[in-house]
């Protein structure tokens, strides 16, 4: 199985500044005859079921707001909040769809400092 | 707009059996591949198990294989996952959700349910 794996755990961020939250993988996920990267973003508030934001690692889903962004290749991706909002306190998870299992990361808790 | 609503949740006996329903609207339910995902207490999101649009092709968690069985039925737009053989660490809140419109299998989770909890203890 390819392992997800987030950094920070927990992340205070002021509002107004970023927030930058890492995710790496045991194995590639990018497809080279795609050129795609199997890679997406989720958003959970509490009690709340997760929300897709990004997906092909960098393209934003329909409605997220462009503070939203992705980036990264091959094993190394990054999911950037520019301009922290009382809103976007939540957990963010990553997801590798290159291969099944499909499998998460273990999710950063995004907090207002 | 699409919906996701699970039912069937509730308390169940370690070695009991209970099944999940997840009923569909907002979009033709019989194009897309379904899943089911589940999230332990306090834990992460984990990947139970899929099924193709037609039924015909199923993929399941090794942690789940032999115990759970993903099924649909179109005509109704429903989604179902019968769980026997429970065991504590099935303790979940059980997602019901949509993959994502490529007409194939492997993807995102575009939409998800609000979840039924499946608390097995007793």
């Known amino acids: 199985d390819i392992v997800m794996s987030q950094s920070p755990d927990s992340l205070p961020v002021s509002l107004g500044e970023r927030a930058t939250i890492n995710c790496k993988s045991s194995?590639?996920?990018?497809?080279?005859?795609?050129?795609?990267?199997?890679i997406a973003w989720y958003q959970q508030k509490p009690g709340q079921p997760p929300k897709l934001l990004i997906y092909w690692a960098s393209t934003r889903e329909s409605g997220v707001p462009d503070r939203f962004s992705g980036s990264g290749s091959g094993t190394d991706f990054t999911l950037t909040i520019n301009s922290l909002q009382a809103e976007d306190v939540a957990v963010y998870y990553c997801q590798q769809y290159y291969t099944t299992p499909r499998t998460f990361g273990q999710g950063t808790k995004v907090e207002v400092k | 707009d699409v919906h996701l609503v699970e039912s069937g949740g509730g308390l169940v006996q370690p070695g009991g059996s209970q099944r999940l329903s997840c009923a569909g609207s907002?979009?033709?339910?019989?194009?897309?591949?379904m899943s089911w995902v589940r999230q332990a207490p306090g834990a992460g999101l984990e990947w139970v198990a899929s099924i193709k649009d037609d039924g015909s092709e199923k993929d399941y968690a090794d942690s789940v294989k032999g115990r759970f069985t993903i099924s649909r039925d179109n005509g109704q737009n429903s989604l179902y996952l019968q769980m026997d053989s429970l065991r504590g660490d099935d303790t979940a809140v059980y997602f019901c959700a949509r993959e994502a419109p490529y007409g194939d299998y492997l993807y995102y989770f575009d939409y998800w349910g609000q979840g039924a909890l499946v608390t097995v203890s007793s």
């Open positions: 907002g979009f033709r339910f019989e194009s897309y591949w």
């Open positions: 194995h590639t996920v990018l497809h080279s005859s795609f050129n795609k990267n199997y």
